[in-house]
């Protein structure tokens, strides 16, 4: 597809002699279309240029050379340059592509560069609660946008199988095993049984101290320990697995933190060699205190393993299997100070400076009830299976009403119900705490997942109505030169560009936000022009773009893991 963009760069750069790439990235998106399509803004240049901007801007007007075909018109405006772009070769090429191409899009300029992605994570014996789902949904939206762009993706669900947690759980187990429902829901007795150890342990020294020690004996491969261990592992995997085929969430690998229990004498050895792994208390630890951070634990005061030290194993392993351009930790930003430390002291371990350079943690926010957060320790946590359980049956609710007739009712209510969880999690910067409201995410006409599979929906009905999609060479371009019509051209445009934005900064509202922004301008278009019309050559063409919009609805949904029903 034509570049607009960086024509217009190249042809300011040849006016300033200055670098093409650079004046690229300074060119904006003016809002309205009475300035243009592209701005430059010339601002910055005043200093150099010893110029007033306006000035510069008028010398670039006058100096340019573009193609008239390409840009029509080109406008001076305080201190910015306009330029105005053909509308009927920005629709031809953006409806000429979409004729040639499945996957519209996709691209090629990830290939050869590997993207290790850690997300769920969830932790073994315990319910898959709500963080993880955030974390599931925005490692899965990720996994997929990487991968459309053509990039060797790596997902990883590093579970949490491993630490003192497990000791507690193995105490608890063998003091009140006997007084709980084991073979219905082990993970619910299990949850139970945790959060009474831990309440035992606050009060009680040597029942933490003997919760310690069933860890290091896990460790060491004691054979009760292990075999407790497995089974509560087995069960979890399970439980975890029926969230999984919910949400269609993959991994390439299962590598949890046990994986790496035989792998961390190296990262102790590495931080000895490197002289600052010190000795605190009866514990081996890295000192923070210049870098402004509590110290890193390497090893407990009984030998036994941390949190920290599996993640530095990690590292290891995953530079050396996967030579990783990018490691991403998607995790709430509770572990914001974890993950500085071990990328502090992952410095240590004598990595190639690329694998320092790619680690990055990928933080959001938490999930609020209206009554406040949620924690796995005092039991207040809800349980993911209940919750997509429950937007499933709630969305089929909502569409029995609306259409009590249409059949499929539970597959398209899967897909509602889910799509809106998904759709929640990601409609806002991810950083932002999310307040779970079903009537908020469940609203047909709200900024949400519905909505957008609705406008779907809507596509199809018109090319229905149509009697099918016109073949391309049907179409005259100069049929969609209306405003409603070229908004929607335009981000048909930036469909590309607005995946690469998401990778840059790992935040896949970019791309919730643009889909919203589809479908209202569609509603808009819908509105506004009669689409099945006597006139058959503006039908066609409304048509046309009628089909690419559900196109990009349809791709751009599926990539944040949202499935579309083909009715509602
Ligand atoms: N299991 C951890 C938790 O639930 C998340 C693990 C994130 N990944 C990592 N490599 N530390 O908090």
Known sequence: MIDFKKIIAEAISKVLEMDALEIEKTIEKPKGPDNGDYAFPCFRLAKTLRKAPP???????????????????????GGYVNFFVNKELLASEVLNKMAKENDYGKSEIGNGKNIVIDYSAPNIAKPFHI?????TVIGGALYNIYKYLGYNVIGINHLGDYGTQFGKLIEGYKMWGNEYDLETDLIDALTQIYIRVNEA???????LNRCRDNFKKLEDGDTYCVELWNRFKDLSLKEFQK????LGTKFDSWNGEAFYSDKMDEVVELLEKSGKLVKSEGAKIIDLEDKGMAPC????????????????????YRARTYDYDKALYVTSYEQVLHFKQIFEVAKLLGLD???????????FGMVLLPSGKMSTREGTSIKLIDLLTEAISRAK????QKNPYIGNKDEISRKVGVGAVIFNDLANNRVKDEVFDWDT????????????????VRTKSVIEKAQGVPTIENVHMKELLDDASIKILKLIYEFEDILIQVTDKNEPSILSRYLIELAKSYSNFYNENKIINEDKNLQNARVYLTYSVGNVLKIGAGLLGIEMPEQM
């Open 243 to 246: 969230v999984y085929d919910i």
């Open 201 to 207: 342990c606050k009060q009680d020294e040597e029942l």
């Open 397 to 400: 609710a909502i569409i029995e």
């Open 353 to 363: 400076q690329k694998y320092i350079d790619g680690l990055e943690h990928v933080p």
């Open 55 to 77: 000035m510069i801007a008028d010398d670039i007007k006058a100096k340019i050379k573009v193609n008239q075909d390409e840009i029509t018109k080109i406008e001076v405006v």
């Open 131 to 135: 963080g993880h789902l955030r974390s």
């Open 441 to 456: 995410i469940l609203n047909f006409q709200g900024e949400t997942g519905p909505y957008i599979q609705y406008t779907y």
């Open 297 to 316: 634990l390497i090893e407990k005061s009984n030998g036994s393993s941390t949190y920290a030290t599996r993640d530095l194993a990690a590292i290891l």
